[in-house]
């Protein structure tokens, strides 16, 4: 599975929209984009996946460029429950079934 | 549904002893995982069954760890002696049989052990 690069942390201010990046520019034609999420002492969560088109859900947005190589995640309006590591995962779908979870970027949502 | 039930929350034992962490997955699930999460390495994949198969066991660390699935609601991970070095946080994670365009794995809440 294809290697990712996160930031290492972000500050987002509550209310406004959090943009996360991911680069994964060794992608290939048949791995897709997983984001998951850990708040403190719990268990990952899955927000969201994609291969080529942008994806929205009632947790976020997906954006993947044309090229595939980078992908940004987006919660639009930041609550201070956001605050966690999110991990960018790139994986073939039908592939192996570990999730290389990476060490992620940790979001803090400042009041 | 009440998800993924681990069991205990939180262990505290003595190096050499014999520790046993329990899940009950999603009922309907087909896939269950042990995941380990530490500083240092960060989130590991232990193991993974498939309809209570053993599919991929390259992770587990040594032979002092074995993992069962008995039945299709409850999986153990076992320790056995326990070390220090094994301090963490052991997740079970399970998930519904391959859907098209879907892998979204449900996390437990974990279980944190500690190895004095």
């Known amino acids: 599975d294809a290697k990712t690069t996160q930031p290492t942390s972000m500050d987002c201010a509550e209310g406004r929209a959090a943009n996360l990046p991911c680069n994964h520019s060794?992608?290939?034609?048949?791995?897709?984009v997983y984001w998951y999420r850990q708040i403190h002492s719990q268990g990952p969560q899955y927000i969201i996946h994609?291969?080529?088109n942008n994806e929205t859900n009632e947790m976020a947005s997906l954006i993947i460029t044309e090229d595939r190589k980078s992908s940004t995640l987006i919660l639009p309006h930041a609550t201070l429950r956001d605050t966690a590591v999110y991990y960018c995962?790139?994986?073939?779908?039908?592939?192996?079934?570990?999730?290389?979870f990476g060490t992620g970027t940790r979001l803090t949502v400042i009041p | 549904d009440a998800g993924v039930i681990q069991s205990p929350r939180h262990e505290v034992t003595e190096m050499g002893q014999e520790v046993t962490l329990r899940c009950k997955p999603i009922?309907?699930?087909?896939?269950l995982f042990w995941y380990r999460q530490t500083m240092m390495r960060g989130l590991e994949l232990l193991i993974y069954?498939?309809?209570?198969?053993?599919?991929?066991d390259s992770g587990m660390p040594e032979d002092r760890f074995s993992a069962k699935m008995p039945n299709a609601s409850f999986s153990t991970l076992k320790i056995q002696p326990s070390e220090p070095r094994d301090s963490a946080v052991y997740f079970c994670?399970?998930?519904?049989?391959?859907?098209?365009?879907?892998?979204?794995?449900?996390f437990g809440p974990g279980t944190r052990l500690t190895v004095l």
């Open positions: 994670a399970s998930r519904p049989r391959m859907r098209a365009a879907a892998d979204e794995q449900f």
């Open positions: 060794t992608i290939s034609g048949n791995e897709y």
């Open positions: 994609g291969l080529k």
């Open positions: 995962i790139v994986r073939v779908e039908a592939g192996a079934n570990n999730l290389f």
């Open positions: 009922s309907g699930h087909d896939y």
């Open positions: 069954f498939n309809n209570n198969v053993p599919i991929d």
